[in-house]
């Protein structure tokens, strides 16, 4: 509608200054036939941008990683059609501000994996506008064209609970914006503003988030143009994907702020309300960015359209650890030793260094399976890793000795040698039944013990019975002769009743002509040797 017409309504179109709190409502458009009073300007540009080392371009991943680690960057920031006079109807008016290009400078530190500070620095580097501009309410609102500083930023958060990459990760921190950009090009708020904030992120499998809200002081609260401005709250979230492992990360961003007074708070041209999808790469120590989106409200700043580019220099953790040995008092650890086998024992000093092993004080088994026994047999094989005994092809009774305690037994891995059918003990079982009196006499907590006299199934029941009696009473009459107490013993008799093996073979009628040790009575459970 042509402004030399009868005054049409007026309103603003699109966001104003993040954080600068300014927004728009509908507006009497007058015919200039005298000049009229020029409006006071504000920060128009409502795009912030996340502290420099950020996945994201509003919002924030919260890597408060290192002792002091830096992140310096810059931001591509192109905006079209930031504001915008419009009609009752919705039609656009009045282009007052038609491009923005900015680019924000900047960068961070943060120390001890708790504090971070930043700064950021918006510079205009053209924008384009009406210079006639329109009226509303009765003050002259003009465009600005050419370029210029906007408000520097400083900000501060620590980190209150959570890691980078955690399920959640939490923060709180603060902003301020100096007045050193120019309020009559749109640069600008001309006061101090300043407030709090609450930052949230996360990473749950592949899937990443972040959200803030806040609050923002605004010193300048007497309005623009007829329009309510002031204090805001601020708000936002994110939400994506990484992949590429976790170099990629990309999903949409949305972020906006509401006047606080009043009846403007989330007024339809108070809330400045927008939104991009973007991607974010991480090379080496370099990342870039690459996002777009449209304005999602008619709020006086938000530009129709953004187009946005970045790229930091965030050293990765690992380089800034490396660093951090540099920089420290003497030379940095030396790289670790080869251990192939990770048994803790370096290669150089490893006798086995591919098969696990234990450290000890013989370089020639330092590093080797253990041999708790130190019988020569490693305990991995060894059928009795605590009693010493020979190594043997039977994985059974390999490393055993010839006499132990086993299943309430004492086990023999030798039977003694009886004259053919007598109960005559030959005399090379002599060192057998030594050992087995030894025994004894070691374990005194063993009360009695019955000798089990067997046969194979060759002869008749009776005279098996017999002969396997017999046998029993002579390995006791032994024991007993070399100083085993005779209350200790008894002896029994089982014949051919309780074959090991089947009889049908001499292996099998050998194993069954056996003599065993049970034990009856015992004051303390003997200790079980790991037998075959």
């Known amino acids: 509608m042509p402004l030399n017409r009868s005054p049409p309504r007026i309103s603003v179109y699109c966001a104003v200054a993040a954080l600068a709190g300014s927004a728009a409502s509908s507006a009497e458009a007058q015919t200039a036939s005298a000049p009229a009073p020029t409006a006071h300007g504000f920060a128009l540009n409502r795009f912030e941008p996340s502290e420099h080392g950020s996945e994201w371009f509003v919002h924030d991943t919260l890597d408060f990683r290192g002792e002091m680690r830096e992140a310096i960057g810059l931001v591509l920031d192109y905006g079209y059609k930031p504001y915008v006079l419009v009609n009752p109807d919705g039609s656009e008016n ?26 950021d620095i918006p510079v205009a580097l053209t924008q384009d506008g009406s210079e006639t501009g329109g009226l509303v309410n009765g003050q002259r609102v003009a465009g600005a064209t050419g370029g210029g500083i906007g408000d520097l930023r400083l ?5 209150l609970v959570g890691t980078y990459d955690d399920p959640l990760t939490v923060a709180v921190g603060g902003r301020m914006w100096l007045p050193t950009g120019d309020s009559t090009k749109y640069l600008g708020d001309g006061e101090v503003r300043v407030g709090p904030q609450l930052l949230a992120a996360g990473k749950v499998a592949a899937f990443v988030y972040a959200a803030s809200l806040g609050f923002v002081y605004r010193a300048n609260s007497s309005g623009f143009a007829g329009h309510p401005t002031g204090s805001e709250a ?51 120590n370099f990342r870039f960015g690459l ?51 990770g048994d803790g024992v370096i290669d150089a000093e490893d006798a086995c260094p591919d098969v696990p092993g234990v450290r000890t004080d013989d370089p020639k ?30 994985p059974r009774t390999s490393g055993c000795p010839r006499v132990f305690i086993k299943n309430a037994q004492i086990q023999i891995l030798e039977q003694p040698n009886f004259d053919f059918n007598r109960a005559a003990i030959k005399k090379e079982s002599d060192s057998l039944l030594t050992e087995v009196a030894k025994l004894m ?7 009695r013990v019955t000798v089990e006299g067997h046969t194979d199934s060759v002869g008749s029941s009776q005279f098996n019975t017999v002969l396997s009696q017999q046998r029993a009473e002579a390995v006791v009459k032994w024991l007993t002769g070399h100083g ?49």
């Open 365 to 394: 088994t330092n590093g080797c399976p253990g041999d708790r026994d130190k019988d020569g047999v490693i305990d991995a094989e060894d059928a009795c890793p605590d009693a010493p005994g020979p190594k043997s092809d039977d």
């Open 94 to 119: 009045t282009s007052v501000v038609t491009d923005q290009l900015f680019l924000h400078l900047g960068g961070s530190i943060v120390f001890l994996s708790r504090v971070r500070l930043g700064v």
């Open 155 to 159: 900000g501060a958060d620590l980190r």
């Open 441 to 447: 006499k070691d374990h005194p907590e063993i009360k």
């Open 234 to 284: 601020t708000f936002g979230a994110a939400m994506g994907l990484r992949a590429l492992e976790d170099r990629l990360v990309i999903g949409p961003e949305i972020w906006g702020s509401t006047v606080a007074n009043g009846d403007a708070v989330f007024g339809t041209r108070t809330t400045p309300l927008a939104a991009i999808v973007g991607a974010h790469y991480t090379a080496g």
């Open 484 to 532: 085993v107490a005779k209350d200790r013993l008894s002896a029994q008799g089982m014949g051919k009743e309780q074959p090991i093996m089947p009889n049908d073979t001499d292996a099998g009628r050998a194993a069954n002509r056996r003599v065993e040790f049970h034990i009856e009575i015992q004051d303390v459970p003997p200790r079980q040797e790991r037998g075959p």
């Open 291 to 341: 996002g777009a989106g449209p304005g999602l409200s008619r709020a006086a700043g938000t530009s129709v359209f953004r187009m946005l580019a970045s790229i930091d220099y965030v050293p990765a953790f690992a380089e800034v650890a490396r660093r951090a040995h540099r920089d420290s008092d003497g030379p940095p650890p030396p790289a670790a030793p080869p251990d192939r086998d």
